[in-house]
């Protein structure tokens, strides 16, 4: 079960003030979601990882032997060091830094647009930031049951891991 931290997000940001608040920002993935992440993340997490929290854009704060809080990015299959404890990254979730995490003002555009996450959902995208048509805007993401989302980021960014920037890549949807 994720520890969740209590913690409120600065939604004051640079361009202007949002009207979405904390608990449309993040969420909490049920078991089989959790399972599923670990499962089909398992090529680049650490054994042993305990998830802090989920962005309700479907990435996820953890941390695993050390103190410090790692950021995975599942729509571009990285993991980055966001903090050097807990009580840091619980801290910097009322910075700017956050809004880069959580993009409130997407989130927002988002929920304008009729796009709301349901209980264990969080967005997935249409085509994955990696790609170069892969934009952070309302017509590249929905909402998906989290355990989706996993499996389909997880194991497709673990296929792709490698590849040179500008590889073509093709796909085939098999049922």
Not at 50 to 60: E, K, R, V
Not at 67 to 95: C, D, M, Q, R
Request: aromatic content about 10%; proline content about 5%.
């Amino acid at each position: 079960m994720p520890v969740m931290l209590k913690s409120a997000i600065n939604l004051n940001t640079k361009r202007q003030t949002v009207t979405i608040s904390w608990s449309d920002l993040h969420f909490t993935p049920n078991t089989q979601a959790i399972h599923t992440l670990a499962t089909s993340w398992q090529w680049l997490l650490p054994n042993g990882f305990t998830p802090i929290l989920f962005s309700i854009l479907g990435d996820m704060f953890f941390q695993e032997a050390t103190e410090e809080v790692y950021w995975l990015n599942t729509g571009t299959g990285e993991v980055t060091v966001v903090a050097k404890s807990a009580e840091h990254f619980n801290e910097l979730l009322t910075s700017e830094e956050a809004d880069n995490w959580f993009m409130p003002n997407l989130v927002e555009q988002l929920h304008a647009a009729g796009k709301i996450p349901t209980e264990n959902q969080c967005y997935t995208y249409v085509t994955l930031p990696i790609f170069a048509e892969g934009n952070y805007d309302i017509e590249n993401l929905n909402p998906v049951p989290a355990s989706e989302h996993f499996a389909m980021t997880g194991e497709l960014l673990n296929h792709l891991q490698g590849l040179k920037d500008g590889a073509t890549v093709n796909f085939s949807i098999e049922e």
